[in-house]
């Protein structure tokens, strides 16, 4: 149904089988609004439930799978955003071979050390 690659890119921080069972839940409560809206399409205009359920079904699971995914994509970001300074003054730090003052110095503006010349 849905590769294991697709699950693992929609969040690092879950495992496998959570993220199937979020996916699961949302297919079981998709399908439950999906048929009380088929009944009712079945009522109002006398055609076949299955006929109204598969397409209302797939609509309201594919958002709502859509609208997950999306979720977990904006909490990665954001994570990563946190992530960032600290992980690039690492890096600038081992690529000049130089002590954390100097770069801290050159990345970062503080007054103390505007002040010392």
């Given at each position: 149904?849905?590769?294991?690659?697709?699950?693992?890119?929609?969040?690092?921080?879950?495992?496998?089988?959570?993220?199937?069972?979020?996916?699961?839940?949302?297919?079981?409560?998709?399908?439950?609004?999906?048929?009380?809206?088929?009944?009712?399409?079945?009522?109002?205009?006398?055609?076949?439930?299955?006929?109204?359920?598969?397409?209302?079904?797939?609509?309201?699971?594919?958002?709502?799978?859509?609208?997950?995914?999306?979720?977990?994509?904006?909490?990665?970001?954001?994570?990563?955003?946190?992530?960032?300074?600290f992980v690039?003054?690492?890096?600038?730090?081992?690529?000049?071979?130089?002590?954390?003052?100097?770069?801290?110095?050159?990345?970062?503006?503080?007054?103390?050390?505007?002040?010392?010349?």
């Amino acid at each position: 149904m849905i590769s294991n690659k697709l699950l693992e890119e929609a969040n690092a921080e879950l495992s496998r089988a959570k993220i199937k069972r979020i996916i699961r839940k949302r297919v079981c409560f998709s399908l439950a609004i999906s048929t009380i809206i088929g009944f009712i399409l079945y009522k109002m205009t006398h055609i076949f439930v299955s006929i109204s359920i598969i397409p209302v079904g797939g609509l309201i699971g594919f958002f709502s799978l859509m609208f997950e995914l999306l979720l977990q994509r904006n909490r990665r970001e954001t994570l990563v955003e946190k992530e960032l300074p600290f992980v690039s003054t690492v890096l600038a730090m081992g690529a000049n071979h130089v002590p954390p003052f100097s770069v801290l110095k050159n990345l970062i503006e503080l007054h103390a050390f505007s002040q010392t010349k």
